[in-house]
């Protein structure tokens, strides 16, 4: 548990303090008054609120969508399943600001809806709800279904045989098991919404604006630090909130499942029902999530004299774009994966770790509960890895910049920074995903390995890896993904000779010109197409071992 | 039970005084039990579910914290030392094989952890498959094994790394009838081919007698009796084990020289019996039957054919109805009448001062 505790106090805690510790303080003093200043401004309460509620709408309209999603991924079989899997997951690692231009292009002023039928969303709120259920569909479906594909079936079913009809078989059998998945699906995915960034500054236009946008504005805009201090603490103070009342609904709710192999549970639908549910659900998928990314792509090849590959070619050199890059803005592909590798590593580290520590006390309690301060310092632990989600990455990013950038430690010029940075938000996936699996594991299986000489590290790689493997490779994708797609924070430390994807995607998105769309939409596509195909490696790694579980 | 710091070898298991609490509940899940096992003996922990037996094991290897008292092995203190340090090996109940690894796997595992080289881990599995009955099984499947099977390849994983202490929980509790009584005849010889010392806990009491070289029979966390199976079986010592292990014949009873006074009349007692009252255990096999005119007269309210003998249940005119055993030839029908005598050999006094009040006569 230290080698976490350090990362994070030395990479997350260090750096806001210092954030926070800035704004509020003037001359040496604290300067709390700001506090009341900042509160009582009706935009500022205006924009608490609508915060509030577009993250609470945003994640119930997902997990509506998204659940019947998790149902058919964990126990359909259909050709191109693995494909399909690959393609769900897309959106969720592309940078915020590049789905933010998709659906403008899709519902905004001269989209693809105006076109065809007049239809405008962008001056509405359904256009960033929409968006963010574009984004977090895979969290649902991949953190629910990953689950939902391992609970033996056989329960169900011996509730059925008890009397209870199909409905509520699922209701007392199945959703009980699943509900620690689904509360931790819904938790990060109300901290996504609640911290959302790019899609909102660029579909909430002036009207609809988020805490985190606000601190955008404020640090970056109006250089005014001590509004944004208060902001981050707000939002910190809300994210805390959540987390709490998250842990106090999970508690109790941890039950050792039945794991079972989740490709002997899928079986091809059957009869009218299921098929009209599979394909109702391939439907959504593809109006929700396909079509941004085709209107995406589709705009990429779309140049001034008709379709053809003038972005892409464009790419290759650092000339021809108008000296917004000193570098070729190809070379940001190399610099992402290589930061994303970096990140990846970090985060399945430390959220190894991190899980192990959490699972293993668990062990060692003795039934009478004779530890209730480690396991309150247990819990608190696992709500303090997901704080990065829900900080403000601008906090973080700007953070990085002014504590990591004299002695004892100088990282400015490293070239771990930026990775160092992006597994911070890596981590809480790592955490998130191999958490539920790891407390499912039966712990008699670790006692039976402790009996036969194994000590609680050996217990832990001989056990729990073997088994988790697969919750892992689900979470370095997840991670690599986060890297790939991060902005937030990598906006403020990525150096100009060292962009990343996205940050050179924002570069040229905020440059006037259709040379520069052009190319943002082309790097964009091609940032699609890397995620997808790292994410088809890692479904192909875990279908070469099919006697895992 | 033993005289403590006399004995020259130090026993291989001992408890001293060991107490486990769970939560708040008032009474202890052990409360004080003390326990020798010498080495190469096989004792077998009897006793309902909740009595503790299998708390006992798991404070035994360390996956239980004892709240007072200690565990010795080998005349070592045992408090402090973890799980993997303590060089005993224990059966679960539900076998608890590892799903990811096939049976050689399972086998190795405990050789693996010590760094036995390959060919010698390699041979130990063979030879221990053959031994469990299950030769070349070593590239199957965990999850292809039936229940029997399982239990075989649980046992062999246990026995590998050669513990000083085999612990098995309910050995044979999900195995079915035919299965678990060929298997305890095999545990039995190849526990004493192999000298191993063993510690098993167990509801099954022909399980426990058969395995047993001395059986421990535990209620409510406490240690009820101890001593070899035929001296349980004979002579339980309190109405809780005559009930545990099946009698039902208990009466109050007073007595008075040679015979003591029960509501079923006068009962021949064994030589030697103090007078005075106490509870008084009939083994069915003592309840004689003659023609209806003499002795006891009694109506068979129930007829149970045991394979070998026939089961009657009789209901006296006075006092609780009794259970008796007979020939199949000899067996009277359902509502016959009948006269009983008892025999003085199969009539027990238990001690009246061990009464278990959570279960009192009827």
Redesign the interface.
């Known amino acids: 548990m230290a080698v976490p505790l350090a990362f994070f106090a030395l990479f997350f805690a260090y750096p806001v303090a210092a954030i926070v510790g800035r704004g509020l303080k003037d001359g040496g003093q604290w300067q709390l008054g700001r506090l009341g200043t900042v509160l009582t401004d009706p935009d500022i309460v205006h924009v608490l609120w609508f915060t509030v509620w577009q993250a609470a709408a945003s994640t119930g309209l997902t997990l509506l969508i998204a659940l019947p999603g998790a149902y058919v991924f964990a126990r359909f079989d259909f050709p191109g399943k693995q494909l399909l899997r690959a393609v769900v997951a897309v959106p969720f690692v592309l940078p915020t600001v590049v789905v933010g231009s998709a659906f403008l292009a899709l519902v905004g002023r001269g989209g693809l809806l105006d076109e065809l039928w007049g239809l405008r969303l962008d001056t509405s709120v359904w256009a960033i709800l929409l968006a963010h259920v574009f984004f977090n569909y895979a969290v649902v479906v991949r953190t629910v279904g990953g689950l939902w594909g391992q609970l033996d079936p056989r329960q169900e079913e011996a509730a059925r045989v008890l009397g209870a009809g199909r409905f509520a078989a699922w209701r007392r059998v199945t959703l009980p098991a699943l509900g620690p998945a689904v509360a931790a699906a819904a938790l990060m995915v109300f901290l996504f919404t609640f911290t959302s960034f790019g899609v909102v500054q660029i579909l909430g236009g002036p009207t609809f604006s988020t805490l985190e946008v606000e601190i955008y504005r404020q640090t970056a805009d109006f250089l005014d630090l001590p509004t944004a201090a208060v902001l981050t603490m707000i939002q910190f103070a809300a994210v805390l909130g959540v987390l709490a009342l998250h842990a106090w609904t999970v508690r109790r709710r941890e039950s050792a499942l039945r794991l079972v192999d989740a490709s002997q549970v899928a079986r091809r639908p059957r009869g009218r029902g299921q098929w009209a549910l599979l394909w109702g659900n391939l439907l959504i998928i593809t109006v929700l999530l396909v079509v941004p990314l085709v209107v995406l792509v589709e705009r990429s090849f779309a140049g001034p004299d008709g379709y053809g590959t003038i972005f892409y070619d464009s790419l290759r050199s650092a000339a021809s774009a108008n000296s917004t890059f000193v570098v070729a803005p190809l070379d940001a592909l190399w610099n992402s994966l290589a930061y994303g590798a970096a990140a990846t590593l970090i985060a399945l580290v430390i959220g190894g770790l991190a899980a192990a520590a959490l699972t293993l006390p668990r062990l060692r309690r003795s039934p009478s509960g004779r530890t209730p301060t480690v396991n309150r310092f247990v819990r608190g632990f696992d709500a303090l890895l997901m704080l990065p989600l829900g900080v403000s990455a601008v906090t973080v990013g700007f953070g990085f910049l002014i504590t990591l950038d004299k002695p004892p430690l100088d990282l400015r010029a490293s070239w771990w920074l930026v990775p160092l940075a992006q597994a911070l938000v890596g981590v809480p996936f790592v955490v998130r995903t191999m958490l539920p699996v790891l407390r499912a594991v039966d712990g008699r299986l670790r006692e039976a390995a402790a009996v036969l000489g194994a000590s609680p590290w050996r217990v832990w790689r001989e056990v729990d890896l073997p088994m988790v493997r697969r919750a892992m490779l689900i979470a370095a994708g997840f991670a690599f993904a986060v890297s790939l797609g991060e902005f937030g924070a990598t906006v403020f430390i990525a150096r100009p000779d060292h962009p990343t994807l996205p940050v050179a995607v924002a570069r040229l998105l905020g440059r006037a010109g259709e040379l520069n769309y052009g190319q943002a939409m082309a790097l964009s596509t091609i940032l699609m197409v890397v995620c997808a195909g790292a994410l088809l490696v890692l479904e192909r790694i875990r279908i070469n071992h099919p006697g895992e579980f | 039970m033993t005289a403590r710091a006399e004995t020259t070898a130090p026993d291989l298991l001992r408890l001293d005084g060991v107490t486990v609490?769970?939560?708040s509940a008032d009474r202890p899940a052990l409360d004080s039990v003390d326990l020798d096992v010498a080495a190469h003996e096989i004792v077998c922990v009897l006793g309902p579910s909740g009595s503790g037996k299998s708390t006992l094991l798991r404070v035994v290897?360390?996956?239980?914290?004892a709240?007072a008292g200690r565990v010795l092995l080998e005349g070592r203190d045992q408090t402090g030392v973890?799980?993997?340090?303590r060089?005993?090996?224990?059966m679960?109940q539900?076998h608890?094989l590892?799903?990811?690894r096939d049976v050689a796997g399972n086998v190795a595992?405990?050789l693996r952890?010590?760094r036995t080289a390959r060919t010698d881990r390699d041979r130990t599995v063979a030879e221990l498959l053959d031994l469990v009955g299950l030769p070349g099984a070593q590239r199957r499947?965990v999850a292809s094994l039936s229940g029997g099977e399982q239990q075989r390849v649980a046992l062999a994983?246990?026995l590998a790394?050669r513990p000083r202490l085999l612990m098995l929980d309910e050995p044979l509790g999900q195995l079915d009838r035919g299965l678990r009584e060929r298997l305890v005849v095999e545990l039995r010889r190849l526990f004493q081919e192999l000298g191993t010392t063993v510690l098993a806990v167990t509801h099954d009491q022909g399980e426990a007698f058969a395995l047993a070289d001395r059986v421990v029979v535990m209620q409510e966390g406490r240690i009820a009796q101890t001593g070899t199976p035929l001296e349980v079986w004979q002579r339980p010592a309190s109405e809780f084990v005559a009930r545990f292990l099946g009698f039902d014949n208990v009466v109050e009873a007073t007595v008075q020289g040679e015979a003591a006074v029960t509501p079923w009349g006068k009962v021949p007692i064994p030589n030697g019996t103090p007078d005075g009252p106490c509870r008084l255990l009939v083994r069915p096999a003592g309840v004689r039957l003659m023609p209806a005119p003499e002795g006891l007269p009694c109506r068979v309210a129930a007829r149970t054919f045991r394979g070998t003998h026939v089961a009657l249940l009789l209901q006296p005119s006075g006092g609780p109805q009794l259970e008796a055993a007979c020939a199949l030839r000899e067996a009277p029908a359902v509502g016959e009448r009948v006269g009983i005598a008892f025999t003085a050999q199969d009539v027990v006094v238990l001690d009246a001062t061990e009464q278990d009040a959570s279960n009192p006569a009827e």
């Open positions: 609490r769970f939560g290897a360390g996956l239980q914290q709240d973890p799980t993997h340090r060089g005993v090996g224990l679960f539900d608890q590892f799903p990811q595992f405990g952890i010590r499947a994983r246990a790394p």
